[in-house]
């Protein structure tokens, strides 16, 4: 199993940036591909990026792609999302996600391919 404890979260203006951790406990971090996904206020948590086991292979959301990278540190068992020009519908809090997996190219965009979820946090973009 696999404990994952988000960080990084907060308020900031438009246009701004914040870079979101997410530390995983275990040591087989690197066998799960990992992901991050947002939920705003009355709406469905929806998919935001991912990343393969190696790093090998990303995934973005369309309404992010281009400014949010997400990275993972196999070493420090730490995924991140570095989070520039924000919007304020950006507006949510974010969670990340791992999914054991044996493919090193794998990664997955939908709620249900997870099974480890951290408690997550908040980011809130001012207009």
């Known amino acids: 199993q696999v404990q994952l404890v988000e960080s990084g979260g907060g308020l900031v203006q438009a246009g701004g940036s914040l870079r979101l951790s997410c530390a995983a406990s275990?040591?087989?971090?690197?066998?799960?591909?990992m992901g991050w996904f947002r939920q705003a206020p009355g709406k469905e948590r929806e998919f935001v990026a991912a990343?393969?086991?190696?790093?090998?292979?990303?995934h973005y959301a369309d309404s992010v792609k281009g400014r949010f990278t997400i990275s993972r540190d196999n070493a420090k068992n730490t995924v991140y999302l570095q989070m520039n020009l924000l919007k304020p519908e950006d507006t949510a809090v974010y969670y990340c996600?791992?999914?054991?997996?044996?493919?090193?190219?794998?990664?997955?965009?939908?709620?249900?391919?997870?099974?480890?979820w951290g408690q997550g946090t908040q980011v809130t973009v001012s207009s």
């Open positions: 275990g040591r087989t971090f690197s066998s799960y591909a």
């Open positions: 996600a791992a999914v054991l997996t044996s493919g090193a190219y794998y990664i997955g965009n939908r709620l249900d391919e997870y099974g480890y």
């Open positions: 990343i393969s086991r190696s790093s090998s292979s990303t």
